[in-house]
């Protein structure tokens, strides 16, 4: 705002071309008859210094209630991370918070969950730095408030689990992708055109 370009301009005239172009786009809540166990599954990425200019990461996750997205979020990290290792566990840390927030809300609602929150991470060294508090030569420059991710996994309320990058749906929240990607990752998360149903 401060300093407008050309390439602003280019930018937001771009966004809202795809908005006008996927207006009907949405997403449908599947009528199911009879009673269905409800598991939490989110999907966490995070693209490492994906921003050229203050070289933040951007992070995105996903949440899934029994195979239908009910959360996302795409934003850029607060801190700068040293790895992908680091991008990755902060990003997963969020969906950790963002996961306690939601299982909260749940059962105020007075929705029974099945089993704990899963959530899934395609960078093994922001697994294992999560599951194993003997890492700590290769994190104590992160900063306390993310290891609430590693306070969570302990305590059991997180399953950490490892997925292919190929399955990670955050990816849609993190980086540009080409076109099938974009479609493939679209469709995995249940987005789909109400024009042509």
């Not at 071309?17 to 009879?34: C, D, H, M, N, V």
């Not at 305590?155 to 990816?171: N, S, W």
Request: aromatic residues 8%; proline residues 2%.
């Amino acid at each position: 705002m401060s300093d407008p370009r050309k390439s602003h301009l280019v930018a937001a005239k771009r966004i809202l071309r795809y908005l006008q172009g996927t207006a009907s786009f949405g997403i449908l809540f599947p009528y199911q008859k009879e009673k269905v166990c409800l598991q939490l599954v989110a999907y966490s990425d995070s693209d490492w210094c994906g921003d050229k200019v203050d070289r933040r990461s951007t992070m995105g996750y996903v949440f899934f209630l029994s195979g239908v997205p009910i959360c996302w979020c795409s934003k850029k990290q607060d801190v700068i991370a040293l790895s992908t290792c680091e991008a990755e566990y902060i990003s997963a840390c969020n969906a950790a918070c963002q996961a306690n927030w939601i299982t909260y809300l749940l059962e105020e609602l007075n929705v029974k969950m099945s089993g704990n929150v899963e959530l899934l991470v395609d960078n093994k060294s922001a697994i294992d730095l999560a599951k194993n508090p003997v890492s700590h030569g290769r994190s104590k420059h992160i900063e306390t408030k993310f290891h609430f991710l590693r306070d969570q996994v302990n305590k059991g309320k997180i399953d950490l689990k490892h997925c292919k990058t190929d399955l990670q749906v955050a990816d849609i929240m993190t980086k540009a992708l080409k076109i099938d990607r974009f479609k493939m990752l679209r469709k995995m998360m249940c987005v789909v055109n109400s024009a042509g149903v």
